[in-house]
């Protein structure tokens, strides 16, 4: 089996991970960042980010993305294509949870690896549901029993502390994102303008739309960070939130 990497890829490090070959049809692309712990590492390492990055996600026992995007644009293939990566695994107890409906799993919160029930509906989920009115749960964005098996997962390298994901990064992230859109048949892509560009919401999550209990604080959905998202969704014409009403 060769590997099948996309062709804005600068560079491949390839998983040391034995992985399972994909064995469903790509139904979506989720987008991460690669959170700031990692960023903390490499400085204190006094490495580049990016290297150190990638070489923590080639490693044996690490969960990792197919791609990883750095700050200058640089793209680094991390797992190919046509393998299985574990990037947004969600666990059988939050399963169970989010099977129950909204109502049920919006009133519990991760503590640990405890599933806590607060007894009432916590904000932290409002941002999930304002993205999808009308769905349930996790659960109706992606059909099929793991989302890994059905997905492909992009990583924003993180910010450096203090900072925001460059413009550059994200004007990239959606270069790769159009190439997988139109490989995978996600969308249609008759150019590289907005206006020739018609892909589905669905086709676009973020690692925090399908699984939410590990990736939201009091914030909101973190994952990737609600600014980078809808900047990338901007470039790519996808609708990220419902526009508010008009009052």
């Given at each position: 089996m060769s590997d099948v990497w996309s062709g804005n890829v600068a560079r491949v490090d390839r998983t040391q991970r034995d992985l399972p070959a994909r064995s469903k049809a790509v139904q979506a692309l989720i987008i991460h960042t690669t959170g700031s712990g990692i960023i903390g590492k490499a400085l204190k390492?006094?490495?580049?980010?990016?290297?150190?990055?990638?070489?923590y996600y080639a490693r044996p026992k690490s969960y990792a993305s197919h791609y990883l995007v750095g700050y200058d644009g640089t793209i680094v293939g991390t797992v190919p294509e046509n393998v299985t990566a574990y990037h947004a695994g969600?666990?059988?107890s939050r399963r169970r949870l989010y099977a129950k409906g909204s109502d049920h799993w919006r009133r519990f919160v991760a503590k640990g690896r405890e599933l806590v029930d607060t007894g009432q509906i916590q904000s932290r989920?409002?941002?999930?549901?304002?993205?999808?009115?009308?769905?349930?749960s996790p659960l109706d964005l992606i059909d099929?029993?793991?989302?890994?098996?059905?997905?492909?997962?992009?990583?924003?390298?993180?910010?450096?502390?203090?900072?925001?994901?460059?413009t550059t990064q994200i004007m990239w992230a959606r270069a790769l994102?159009?190439?997988?859109?139109?490989?995978?048949?996600?969308?249609?892509?008759?150019?590289?303008?907005?206006?020739?560009?018609?892909?589905?919401?669905?086709?676009?999550?973020r690692h925090a739309d399908v699984d939410?209990?590990?990736?939201?604080?009091?914030?909101?959905?973190?994952?990737?960070?609600?600014?980078?998202?809808?900047a990338l969704c901007a470039q790519l014409g996808v609708e990220s939130w419902p526009e508010p009403l008009q009052s």
């Open positions: 390492a006094n490495a580049d980010p990016l290297d150190y990055a990638a070489a969600v666990g059988k989920y409002d941002d999930w549901a304002e993205r999808w009115p009308g769905k349930a099929g029993a793991s989302v890994n098996s059905v997905s492909i997962g992009i990583d924003l390298l993180a910010p450096l502390p203090g900072e925001r994901h460059p994102v159009i190439d997988l859109v139109d490989r995978y048949d996600l969308g249609t892509v008759a150019g590289s303008l907005v206006e020739e560009l018609e892909i589905p919401k669905t086709a676009i999550l939410p209990i590990s990736r939201s604080s009091k914030r909101g959905g973190w994952d990737p960070p609600a600014y980078a998202f809808r």
